[in-house]
C-alpha cells in the first residue's frame, strides 16, 4: 500500500473522529440516537462504528456515554449542581439511570466523586 494514502487516510479518520466529538460535546444534553449521529456526521452506521472503534474500545453510543460522564464528573467537581439536576443537563432519562451509567464507567456512585 502507499504511506501517503494511508497518512491521508489516518488524517481523514482523525479528522471524522474530531468533528465525531465536537458534535457530541455540543450535544451532551441530548439524547441522540445511532440514526442521528450518522445523519450529523454524513457517515453510514458501519462506518461511524468503525471510526470510534479505531479509537475506543467501544461503539459510538458508549462513546457519547462517556463524554457526558466526563461531563459529570466536571461538574460534581466544579460546580454547585445536585445530581439530579447533572443528570438532566446530561440528558439522562432519570437519576437512576445516570447512576447506573456513572457508576459502570467510573466505578463510583457520582455521590462519591463529589465526597
Known amino acids: ?20 466529538t465536537a458534535y457530541l460535546t455540543a450535544n451532551l444534553g ?11 456526521m454524513g457517515l453510514s452506521e458501519s462506518s461511524l462504528r468503525r471510526l470510534v472503534r479505531k479509537y475506543k474500545s467501544w461503539g459510538p453510543v ?4 462517556e463524554l457526558k460522564i466526563r461531563e459529570a ?3 460534581i467537581r466544579e460546580s454547585s449542581l445536585n445530581m439530579t439536576e447533572i443528570s438532566e443537563l446530561l440528558g ?8 447506573r451509567v456513572f457508576k459502570s464507567l467510573t ?9
Open 62 to 65: 458508549a462513546y457519547f456515554q
Open 30 to 40: 441530548q439524547n441522540l440516537s445511532l440514526k442521528e449521529m450518522e445523519a450529523a
Open 92 to 99: 439522562f432519562s432519570s437519576q437512576t439511570y445516570f447512576n
Open 73 to 75: 464528573k466536571r461538574l
Open 1 to 20: 500500500a502507499n504511506p501517503s494514502v494511508a497518512s491521508n487516510q489516518e488524517q481523514l479518520y482523525r479528522q471524522q473522529m474530531e468533528a465525531l
Open 107 to 115: 466505578g463510583k456512585r457520582p455521590s462519591e466523586i463529589r465526597e
